[in-house]
């Protein structure tokens, strides 16, 4: 069966970073567009970056862009988001998913990212 489960979110201070990884299992990793998403207290989840099959295509969220970069290791299932320069305004929960074709199907259980000031 399918199974994303995330690692590396936590407590860092403004203008700290950090390294969230994904690790996909059950699937044929190298077929699928990786996509990263976020939800905040209040706010509906939201965008934040994709990376296509092979990594030679990536797109970012406005508010993150020059900050965040996503890659991926089709070798190892495992697609990362490096958050540099983090805001207080970054602070939610993160979400990896998997699109084969037009929708996300699949979906880690989330992990919590808390920038303070």
């Known amino acids: 069966q399918v199974q994303l489960v995330e690692s590396g979110g936590g407590l860092v201070q403004a203008g700290g970073s950090l390294t969230l990884s994904c690790a996909a299992s059950?699937?044929?990793?190298?077929?699928?567009?990786m996509g990263w998403f976020r939800q905040a207290p209040g706010k509906e989840r939201e965008f934040v970056a994709h990376?296509?099959?092979?990594?030679?295509?990536?797109d970012y969220a406005d508010s993150v862009k020059g900050r965040f970069t996503t890659s991926r290791d089709n070798a190892q299932n495992t697609v990362y988001l490096q958050m540099n320069s983090l805001k207080p305004e970054d602070t939610a929960v993160y979400y990896c998913?998997?699109?084969?074709?037009?929708?996300?199907?699949?979906w880690g259980q989330g992990t919590q990212v808390t920038v303070s000031s």
């Open positions: 998913a998997a699109k084969r074709r037009w929708y996300y199907d699949y």
């Open positions: 059950g699937l044929t990793f190298s077929s699928y567009t």
């Open positions: 990376i296509n099959w092979s990594g030679g295509d990536t």
